[in-house]
């Protein structure tokens, strides 16, 4: 099987077929699924410049099928998912503020648990809202125990640039979701901590020997409800971010294939 056969099963509704080199939109547009680079890249460049190839290079680790995630996390750019072809993502969810808030619906945020619950601002394109309905309920349903880590969600839909880079944020493309950020680890944000000074550095000039060690308090509970309608966890990336959760279905293959 190619190995970008993936897209076909992951985003049915935006895309009717695949070639040997390409994708083919349901418009009939095509976008090619390599650029020639992707072994001679650099982690940074594929970061930076990625082909739809790049974006499934580095397999995400579902628990119940891979093992242990944090052998991986160890492992210097070792982020399934944080490579992101930009030109798919404006092309399924819009390629402009505007396009993507169109179509953008409300839900309630786990109204069992919280007396006054949030409401988060989604996309409705690939059922995105619905499946985190299903999450909130799901979440809902836990032990009290992992309510602080769930209440006052940190964000979902906004339509910015990643701190210290110019790549587009997922966010805005309102498919994904930052839970509690008191309860949780940015690498960025513990990198500044630990070296005060550097508040407007750029990743790619930060020396990799005072990367901080990955930490992480969100429960395995809470993650394994997201994997199960394919959202991946910014936890199991070497540059953590450990309240991100995104709707990545493509990185999910053994479900869809």
């Known amino acids: 099987m190619r190995k970008h056969e993936i897209y076909l099963k992951a985003y049915p509704e935006h895309i009717s077929a695949i070639t040997d080199t ?3 939109y349901k418009d009939g547009t095509q976008q090619a ?5 992707e072994n001679e890249k650099s982690y940074s460049e594929k970061l930076n410049t990625a082909s ?12 119940s099928s891979h093992g242990n995630y944090m052998d991986s996390v160890k492992q210097q750019n070792y982020d399934p998912g944080r ?10 969810y819009g390629n402009s503020e505007e396009e993507v808030s169109s179509n953008l619906v409300k839900i309630e ?6 007396q006054l619950p949030s409401s988060l601002l989604v996309t409705k394109v690939n059922n995105v809202s619905e499946k985190l309905k299903n999450i909130s309920v799901e979440l809902d349903d836990l032990p009290d125990e992992f309510k602080d880590y769930l209440k006052d969600p940190g964000g979902t839909f906004n339509w910015r640039v990643i701190e210290g880079t110019d790549r587009a944020s997922a966010h805005s493309f309102g498919m994904t979701v930052d839970i509690n950020v ?6 960025l944000w513990d990198y500044k901590k630990n070296n005060p000074g550097n508040d407007a550095i750029k990743e790619e000039d930060i020396d990799p020997d005072k990367f901080p060690i990955y930490q992480n308090k969100i429960p395995i509970e809470i993650v394994k409800i997201f994997e199960k309608y394919h959202f991946i966890w910014g ?10 959760f995104e709707y990545r279905p493509e990185l999910f293959p053994e479900h869809l294939l």
């Open 52 to 63: 739809l190839l790049d974006q499934l290079s580095i397999p995400y680790i579902v628990e």
């Open 182 to 187: 008191e309860h949780s680890n940015y690498w």
């Open 22 to 24: 390409a994708i083919v």
């Open 235 to 244: 936890g199991k990336w070497y540059h953590y971010d450990t309240m991100h």
């Open 109 to 114: 945020w786990m109204p069992k648990s919280f």
């Open 33 to 37: 699924v390599s650029d020639g680079k």
């Open 83 to 92: 490579i992101r072809n930009i030109a798919l993502f404006k092309k399924i």
